[in-house]
């Protein structure tokens, strides 16, 4: 799928002067996102558009385009892909709506389009669908605004909504995105093909899936199959109630498929499964920038004991295990720490502990035999009664980032005040640390990425036996 991922040339058919169509939207991203290849509207009404020379049909183009993006009304979208075909374009993402997704009549437009494509050698991704995104080549073919920093998380969506709504989230998080794929209605270019496409991208560390429908069954089982033993997939599955599976019904033409079925192929395959938007960005998140952990071995430093004691909590019940201090580290910690510390895992530090001392020992447990380190409080390294970092707070902050590389071990930093409020938080994030706002969603991420990395050692140890 290089052609379509990695054109030489595009042309946009359906380019617009008026600034709120798509094909003006989109026309402008793709000049704007700095697209080296050739880029050619197509208007029979305009002589040029953006400062491009504007082409009365894809017949006239002086050269033949790898991608075509096709923003017309859909009875037009027929003519389009034949003139495609014609011109010998490998591939065109039709953003155009009205096709399955509206009845029976769409259906057979939709067909007919199929029928059209089939015949002249053109693939389709979509109809009704918001584009795709490549920033390895700087190629922004959608119609949104929030176009995320270069990054290793691909992301496929089955709406474009919840598309728009990632990239977004991403952008105004720091969040770099390698790809993003809208498959709209799933016509041709099937969710199964692009996973197989991206288990390869050496730009993709992990792939996220907004998914309401499976189009081939057996093709997505054997996508599946190679990409879990390849790179973290995360997915998110909705429509699995009735009244979810009609909506998705009316969203893109899908057929709901029973969750409990899926729930088990995900098991068997290692897919991790988010329950919703918000944790299917946490989690990719988290699989992008930090290490795995190599075991389920936590420890917990806190501002305050409350922190500590919820923390404690969602670890216990997730399988994660909060290992007792060694004497050792106590020892060096007592020489660190106010003589009322807890002594005991959660290290409780108390409101007035200073970064110093707080560095130190976040430093002292990633040496020990922890896995995995949790730290918690309001504004992290602030006190409880000035929440607002000073600037000696923000220095640790940078140097605490650095040891997860320097150990390659996950800190999973839990700031209440978040990065609107935490100067640490911000820091963290600029470092490409994930900042959660609430102890669940932190131990829920460390679980998913504990159980992914046992199932990746115990997929290596069985090779290595039948080795």
Not at 133 to 143: K, Q
Not at 154 to 166: K, L, N, R, W, Y
Not at 301 to 316: F, K, P
Request: one cysteine or more.
């Amino acid at each position: 799928m290089d052609e379509l991922f990695f054109p030489k040339g595009v042309c946009i058919v359906g380019a617009s002067r008026d600034p709120q169509a798509l094909g003006h939207i989109i026309l402008k991203n793709i000049l704007s996102g700095g697209f080296s290849g050739h880029i050619y509207p197509i208007n029979p009404r305009c002589e040029s558009l953006l400062g491009l020379r504007c082409y009365g049909s894809v017949k006239e183009l002086p050269a033949v385009p790898d991608l075509a993006i096709v923003a017309v009304p859909a009875a037009l979208v027929p003519s389009v892909i034949a003139e495609c075909g014609e011109k010998g374009i490998p591939y065109a993402v039709i953003i155009t709506a009205g096709f399955k997704e509206t009845g029976e009549r769409g259906a057979e437009l939709e067909r007919e389009v199929l029928r059209i494509a089939s015949e002249k050698g053109v693939r389709i991704v979509g109809p009704n669908c918001m584009g795709i995104y490549n920033s390895y080549n700087s190629l922004t073919a959608t119609f949104t605004l929030m176009v995320p920093k270069k990054g290793n998380i691909s992301f496929i969506s089955q709406s474009g909504a919840v598309g728009t709504t990632m990239l977004a989230w991403a952008k105004k998080a720091g969040i770099g995105f390698s790809k993003f794929i809208s498959i709209g209605n799933e016509s041709d270019v099937s969710l199964s093909e692009l996973l197989l496409y991206l288990s390869g991208d050496e730009t993709t560390k992990v792939i996220t899936v907004y998914m309401e429908s499976v189009k081939d069954g057996k093709a997505f089982l054997e996508a599946l199959r190679r990409v879990s033993s390849n790179k973290p997939t995360i997915i998110l599955k909705v429509g699995s109630t009735p009244a979810g599976a009609k909506a998705a019904a009316s969203h893109t033409g899908a057929i709901a498929v029973e969750s409990s079925v899926l729930e088990g192929i995900f098991r068997q395959f290692s897919v991790i499964q988010a329950r919703d938007t918000e944790e299917l960005f946490e989690l990719a998140h988290a699989f992008a920038s930090l290490p795995l952990p190599q075991g389920g071995s936590a420890a917990v430093v806190s501002s305050g004991g409350g922190w500590a004691i919820e923390c404690a909590d969602a670890l216990e019940s997730s399988g994660i295990s909060l290992t007792p201090l060694p004497d050792s580290v106590v020892k060096e910690l007592d020489a660190l720490l106010p003589t009322y510390w807890s002594r005991r895992n959660p290290l409780d530090l108390v409101a007035s502990i200073n970064s110093e001392a707080y560095y130190q020992a976040v430093k002292l447990l990633m040496e020990n035999d922890y896995d995995m380190i949790f730290l918690m409080g309001y504004g992290v390294l602030g006190s409880i009664a000035v929440p607002v970092a000073v600037d000696r707070d923000v220095e640790y902050a940078r140097k605490i980032s650095a040891l997860v590389h320097i150990h390659k071990k996950p800190i999973f930093v839990v700031d209440v005040l978040g990065e609107d409020l935490s100067e640490c938080a911000r820091v963290f994030k600029q470092k490409n640390l994930p900042v959660f706002r609430t102890v669940k969603s932190a131990v829920r991420v460390a679980s998913e990425m504990v159980r992914y990395s046992f199932r990746l050692r115990s997929r290596s140890k069985n090779l290595d036996l039948k080795g």
